[in-house]
T-cell receptor, first 110, second 115 residues
Framework: GIQVEQSPPDLILQEGANSTLRCNFS?????LQWFHQNPWGQLINLFY?????KQNGRLSATTVATERYSLLYISSSQTTDSGVYFC????????????WGAGTKLIIKP | ETGVTQSPTHLIKTRGQQVTLRCSSQ?????VSWYQQALGQGPQFIFQ???????GRGNFPPRFSGLQFPNYSSELNVNALELDDSALYLC??????????????FGPGTRLTVL
């Protein structure tokens, strides 16, 4: 089945730093999303981004579907950015089953 | 706030017992999906319900079952609990007539510990 690999697995940064999180997927997908899971477990949608580039404040994302990867950029990190970031994808032969990787755990130190 | 609530927040059970977890979606959200998230891993898809019928299932045994009710609430039932069932259980709802994967709103989860 399709595999989702995220890197780095862990990232520790000082407040104010910038970061890039990467998501590789092994097969063509219908779409890709980025989620942030806060330390209490709540998952929040960040982007729905099957292709192209989107920006929302300090966050932006780019997906290059032909090369099977997506990047999430976080600028001027804040302690509230801490948590785990996921990039689930939807298989081409499915309209409901998201496939998730293990995530990138981000810790922002004050 | 996603408008999706789950209960209970935490639960401790012993091996072999049965458990029911509950989820309440926003009005108009006809589709609900359930996920299991083990510690340090990404969520794993259990199943999805659409208009009170199972609409898709992941690689989970039949002792994982669900129900969806007309009032936009749903249940996840797990029979014969095993130690490996210890995890965070998440439900996610999708607005009417929207593709599941476009917009999913997650609840805060129920953390189940099986001793």
């Amino acid at each position: 089945g399709i595999q989702v690999e995220q890197s780095p697995p862990d990232l520790i940064l000082q407040e104010g730093a910038n970061s890039t999180l990467r998501c590789n997927f092994s097969d063509s997908v219908n779409n890709l999303q980025w989620f942030h899971q806060n330390p209490w477990g709540q998952l929040i949608n960040l982007f729905y981004i099957p292709s192209g580039t989107k920006q929302n404040g300090r966050l932006s994302a780019t997906t290059v579907a032909t090369e099977r990867y997506s990047l999430l950029y976080i600028s001027s990190s804040q302690t509230t950015d801490s948590g785990v970031y996921f990039c689930p994808v939807l298989r081409m032969d499915s309209n409901y089953q998201l496939i998730w990787g293990a995530g990138t755990k981000l810790i922002i130190k004050p | 706030e996603t408008g999706v609530t789950q209960s209970p927040t935490h639960l401790i059970k012993t091996r072999g017992q049965q458990v029911t977890l509950r989820c309440s979606s926003q009005s108009g959200h006809n589709t609900v999906s359930w996920y299991q998230q083990a510690l340090g891993q990404g969520p794993q898809f259990i199943f999805q319900y659409y208009r009170e019928e199972e609409n898709g299932r992941g690689n989970f045994p039949p002792r994982f079952s669900g129900l969806q009710f007309p009032n936009y609430s749903s249940e996840l039932n797990v029979n014969a609990l095993e130690l490996d069932d210890s995890a965070l259980y998440l439900c996610a709802s999708t607005p009417r007539d929207q593709k599941v994967a476009d917009t999913q709103y997650f609840g805060p989860g129920t953390r189940l510990t099986v001793l």
